[in-house]
């Protein structure tokens, strides 16, 4: 199979300027895309870490608050069977 050559009107030293500074651009083009794409990926990765964090953080926190109510609870009841049993003075 014989490949045709392409035919330019242009000399080739334009031509090999032409074309090399479109593959360096193509070239910087491809690597700020691949750049952007990286600073993309990790960002997504510390939101996804951060926002793991914070739902360990609440779910901590939940509890926390669950057992101050149920402590504040237990203290209410204590304190109105002490004014239950406390005689009155006349």
Known sequence: MMVKE????SPR???TKFFEKSR???KEKC???KSRAKQLSNRV????NSKENLKIKIESLQEELAKLKSQDKTNDIEK??????VPRKQ
């Open 6 to 9: 392409a035919k330019y009107k």
């Open 13 to 15: 030293h334009k031509l």
């Open 24 to 26: 360096d651009q193509w």
């Open 31 to 33: 690597l700020k895309a």
């Open 45 to 48: 990765r510390f939101l996804e």
């Open 80 to 85: 109105q069977n002490q004014k239950k049993t």
